[in-house]
T-cell receptor, first 114, second 112 residues
Framework: NAGVTQTPKFQVLKTGQSMTLQCAQD?????MSWYRQDPGMGLRLIHY???????DQGEVPNGYNVSRSTTEDFPLRLLSAAPSQTSVYFC?????????????FGNGTRLTVT | SQQGEEDPQALSIQEGENATMNCSYK?????LQWYRQNSGRGLVHLIL?????REKHSGRLRVTLDTSKKSSSLLITASRAADTASYFC????????????FGAGTQVVVTP
């Protein structure tokens, strides 16, 4: 059972480039989310989804897009990378949403924007 | 803005000692959750305590919740070197379904 899988593990981008961070889960979880982790600031929610076809904004959504075409996948798109987006990105899923069940995290993608 | 704030920011103890860290939050919650993060890894869920619960145990972990004071504590008893990690509290606010909000974490170092 793989759990939550994130790819790539590391990525370096130049300012203005775009890319997609991949996230897949094999636990049939309805809820999926993306967080970014910066030193001294804990995790901040970027976007989340409560099921296929449904997405919503978190605390820091600007500069990021998401879509949820299947239950398993929840990719995060950076439209035009900026140095402020240098961070570690975590994808997480849960069975029925955070009001009722805990999150399962991937191992993260470390992104550097130069 | 962060919902939860952990205290202390860092904690250094020796093996066998107990480690206690606290979390304060600002709004009404459905539940409060504690997570552990080892260096370079994703977060791992430890305990979820619901708003109508006051105490919960899991192995060497004990979590308390005081909703009147909007605070929680995590106690790790008989610490081991393998407990070295960062510990985060996270809250599920009643007015923001789907948004789990994390604090900045407590960095715990357990020396043999």
């Amino acid at each position: 059972n793989a759990g939550v899988t994130q790819t790539p593990k590391f990525q370096v981008l130049k300012t203005g480039q775009s890319m997609t961070l991949q996230c897949a889960q094999d636990m049939n979880h309805e809820y999926m989310s993306w967080y970014r982790q910066d030193p001294g600031m804990g995790l901040r929610l970027i976007h989340y989804s409560v099921g296929a076809g449904i997405t919503d904004q978190g605390e820091v959504p600007n500069g990021y897009n998401v879509s949820r075409s299947t239950t398993e996948d929840f990719p995060l798109r950076l439209l035009s990378a900026a140095p402020s987006q240098t961070s570690v990105y975590f994808c997480a899923s849960s069975y029925s949403g955070t009001a009722q069940s805990p999150l399962h995290f991937g191992n993260g993608t470390r992104l550097t924007v130069t | 803005s962060q919902q939860g704030e952990e205290d202390p920011q860092a904690l250094s103890i020796q093996e066998g000692e107990n480690a206690t860290m606290n979390c304060s939050y600002k709004t009404s919650i459905n539940n409060l959750q504690w997570y552990r993060q080892n260096s370079g890894r994703g977060l791992v869920h430890l305990i979820l305590i619901r708003s109508n619960e006051r105490e919960k145990h899991s192995g060497r972990l004990r979590v308390t919740l005081d909703t009147s004071k909007k605070s929680s504590s995590l106690l790790i008893t008989a610490s081991r070197a393998a407990d070295t990690a960062s510990y985060f509290c996270a809250t599920s606010p009643t007015d923001s379904w789907g948004k789990l909000q994390f604090g900045a974490g407590t960095q715990v170092v357990v020396t043999p």
